[in-house]
Structures are given as structure tokens and as C-alpha cells.
């Protein structure tokens, strides 16, 4: 298998801090693998998510060194629409992921944000609804689903996307049993469909579907040995 996101030398810091929350990191995740980060509060994982989807430099910007790369192309030289073909993101908030009122205009707004035909954004919806056991909340108010629903929506969205990199920010830290057990199925569909996913948690028994854990721990990465 072939890497298909990599950081390399990846150092970050936030303006108003005077020291790196990421050190020299170094990364690759390979096609079709679920890779699990393990971190305590404040250890920079969400800072590595938003390095590696782009999100920083292209929205947050700090003191940023090394490269991230995705299919071999620099991050910071792709612009933001491309990346989300490439590698959704779901955080760990799902409200601050939808917008709509209704589950099904949610699920049409990337797409169309993209000038994809409406007969193809159709057939996605249509399939991520599927896929994700979501058919009978198609005309449902957002605002009206549990956490776990909307976390799953929030999921349904990036999907529509097509992307082949799905990143899971702690999205299970705010949802019950069932509702982990549920997006963690649907990681598994989506490594059987040839996905890549990261999972990123301070939770160990939220990543046990994970093919692979590392800790990440004074800004780098490295082989997860039992603890943090």
C-alpha cells in the first residue's frame, strides 16, 4: 500500500502561544487503513486534524513548518473545495456542522456547492442515506434529531462529498453506547469500501475498531505502548 496522506517535519503554533503544540510530527496513513490517535486534552490533536484537512493554513494561521500531503500534492498549494473531495472532516460538535433545517437540503449543499448536476447529488443522497441507515430522516428538521443523529448527519454531509479520506474528531466523546456503536459500524463499512480513516480520541475504548494506534504526546507521534 501506498501512503496516501503523509506530514512530514510538521511543526504548529498559534499566534498568541510561544511554544509548538506540534514538533517535528511525522505521519503516514495508508490507503484503505483505520489509524487511531490517542491524546489527553490539549495535546494538539484537533490542531493535527486541521493540519492535515487543510484547515490550517487556509482558515487558521499560525507559525506553521513542514509539509502535508495528500495523493502526493501539498495541502497549503491545494485550495479548500478540492480537499473536501479529497478528505472530510467530522468534529466532535455536529451543530457546528449543519446549517440547514432540513436533513436532506444538509446533505445537497456541498455537492452543489461543487455545480454537481442534480441528478447525481440525488443519487448520493440517496446512497449515503443508505449506507448509513438514514432513509427515514431524509425530510426530518435538523434541529429535532438526538446527538447521535445529528452526529451522523453531520457524517452524511461530508460523505455526499465522495471524499476517500474521512477524519472523525472526537466525535464520539458527547454520544451514548449506541450511538458509538453505530458510527463505529459505519467506519468499518467505510474501510470495506476502501476508505481511509483517522479516528482521533483521548478515549481508548472509543478506537478499538482502529487497525493501528499512535499517541500523540509532546507534539509528536508515536507508537501507542498501553498509556499516555
Do not use: W
Not at 437540503?105 to 443519487?123: H, M, V
Amino acid at each position: 500500500m501506498s501512503a496516501l496522506i503523509k506530514a512530514e517535519g510538521l511543526s504548529f503554533s498559534y499566534s498568541e502561544q510561544n511554544h509548538n503544540i506540534l514538533d517535528n510530527l511525522n505521519l503516514e496513513v495508508d490507503e484503505g487503513e483505520i489509524l487511531a490517535i490517542l491524546g489527553l486534552s490539549g495535546s494538539g490533536k484537533s490542531t493535527l486534524c486541521y493540519c492535515l484537512s487543510g484547515i490550517i493554513p487556509h482558515v487558521y494561521s499560525g507559525e506553521l513548518s513542514g509539509e502535508v500531503k495528500i495523493n502526493g500534492r501539498l495541502v497549503k498549494e491545494m485550495d479548500m473545495p478540492l480537499i473536501a473531495t479529497k478528505l472530510g472532516i467530522v468534529f466532535q460538535n455536529p451543530e457546528t456542522q449543519l446549517f440547514f433545517p432540513m436533513v436532506e437540503s444538509e446533505l445537497a449543499f456541498g455537492p452543489e456547492n461543487l455545480c454537481i448536476n442534480r441528478d447525481e447529488i440525488k443519487r448520493r443522497i440517496d446512497l449515503t442515506l443508505d449506507l448509513l441507515n438514514l432513509e427515514d430522516k431524509r425530510n426530518e428538521n435538523t434541529g429535532h434529531l438526538s446527538g447521535g443523529q445529528k452526529q451522523l448527519i453531520a457524517l452524511a454531509s461530508v460523505l455526499t462529498l465522495r471524499p476517500n479520506i474521512l477524519i472523525f474528531d472526537e466525535v464520539m466523546a458527547q454520544i451514548d453506547k449506541k450511538g458509538k456503536n453505530a458510527i463505529k459500524d459505519i467506519i468499518l463499512e467505510l474501510k470495506k469500501e476502501g476508505k481511509t480513516v483517522i479516528m482521533v480520541s483521548h478515549n481508548l475504548d472509543n478506537i478499538d475498531v482502529a487497525d493501528r494506534i499512535m499517541a500523540l504526546k509532546n507534539g509528536r507521534l508515536m507508537r501507542f505502548e498501553g498509556s499516555l
